[in-house]
């Protein structure tokens, strides 16, 4: 079964880098270069799992985005990683009290990111990973 996965990222470079990343599994990708875009996709396809920046230019940004979507109960059921460079504890429990799954720390190296994903979708909550 192929795990829908929506990619919001507002760095080309790093969206095709997860790309990659995420072809190495079954997973049915969808990019989009920021947050308020992404709601309008997640509410059309409902993924399994969303990888989401946290830093991003526009209207809200990655944390709002996460906020929006764990108030929402059509994503309930909706795996949500968020990425940043922003690393300090601070960031981190404010990235898990959005709602987050995991928090990814920048860079990432692409064996734990899949990893992170596997612990995601298998279950519950986890912590931050490193590069």
Not at 61 to 66: H, I, M, Q
Not at 68 to 77: E, T, V, W, Y
Not at 92 to 115: C, Q, T
């Amino acid at each position: 079964m192929s795990c829908i996965s929506l990619v919001v990222e507002d760095q080309a470079d790093i969206r095709k880098l997860i790309r990659m990343t995420l072809e190495f599994e079954n997973h049915e990708i969808h990019e989009v270069a920021d947050a308020p875009t992404a709601m309008v996709f997640a509410a059309e396809m409902r993924p399994d799992l969303v990888l989401l920046d946290v830093m991003m230019p526009g209207e809200f940004d990655g944390l709002e985005a996460c906020r929006r979507m764990r108030a929402d109960p059509r994503f309930a059921d909706t795996r949500i990683i968020l990425l940043s460079a922003r690393g300090q504890s601070a960031d981190i429990a404010a990235g898990l009290a959005a709602g987050a799954d995991a928090y990814v720390l920048k860079p990432f190296s692409p064996i734990k990111l899949l990893d992170t994903i596997r612990a995601c979708i298998g279950a519950g909550r986890t912590a931050e990973v490193g590069s």
